[in-house]
């Protein structure tokens, strides 16, 4: 028996308890960290804030009128005509054309970048948060290549605010390059309050053809 009790003395050594006392202790921690992370996908963790609605919030938001103009891009008589273009150089190298509602951007030269654009009334964005939407078609070709700037083609816009500083979105969206079929692409901006101009509309800087219908910006409304 005493022989016994000194095996058993030997195994349960200070050191082998202490270790087994923490092996004991970590496995608890992990047992109660499991739990909690379940728990916590249960009831669905919260995102940090990115700046933009999710489409949820989105969904619950107010949304204007269409502040645009000429949404069909028609002339129409006896209005200032409300879209512009403008390119990269004074050679021409882009195709506008309007067929019904459609708009067709296409490239046919050597200059890199045009852009169609309307110019929107400062009074009703300053300070107000809006989303530029339009259904666009792509066959947005990347090669050959002709120039040094990143090939893509989509939506348009770009703030300007009273200091002279700027933010633009030149065809960012995904897609942007290669065939895709039509398909309603949207883009939030927190208009800045201190607005000097806002353009908004369609911009080409590859090979292709980007065709271009239903235009809008609405400002949103939306829940804390």
């Not at 890199?112 to 300053?126: L, R, S």
Request: aromatic share 10%; net charge neutral.
């Amino acid at each position: 028996m005493t022989g016994h009790r000194k095996v058993q003395m030997g195994w349960f050594s200070e050191d082998r308890r202490m270790a087994l006392r923490q092996y004991v202790l970590c496995l608890g921690v992990l047992v109660l960290q499991l739990a909690t992370v379940s728990e916590l996908s249960a009831q669905g963790v919260p995102k940090a804030s990115t700046g933009v609605a999710s489409a949820d919030s989105r969904n619950e938001c107010r949304r204007s009128d269409n502040v645009l103009k000429q949404v069909d891009f028609a002339q129409v008589a006896g209005e200032r005509y409300a879209w512009r273009s403008r390119q990269h150089s004074s050679q021409p190298s882009f195709v506008l054309a309007i067929e019904g509602d459609v708009l067709t951007i296409t490239q046919a030269g050597s200059e890199p970048w045009f852009v169609f654009k309307q110019a929107v009334d400062t009074a009703q964005v300053a300070g107000k948060r809006v989303m530029l939407s339009a259904d666009m078609r792509g066959d947005i070709k990347t090669e050959p290549r002709t120039h040094g700037f990143e090939y893509k083609a989509g939506l348009y816009y770009r703030v300007v605010t009273s200091d002279r500083s700027s933010q633009s979105f030149s065809g960012d969206q995904q897609p942007n390059t290669g065939e895709w079929d039509w398909r309603s692409f949207e883009v939030e901006v927190q208009v800045p309050q201190n607005l000097r101009s806002l353009e908004i509309g369609f911009f080409h800087q590859a090979g292709g053809v980007l065709y271009a219908k239903n235009p809008s910006l609405v400002i949103l409304e939306c829940p804390e």
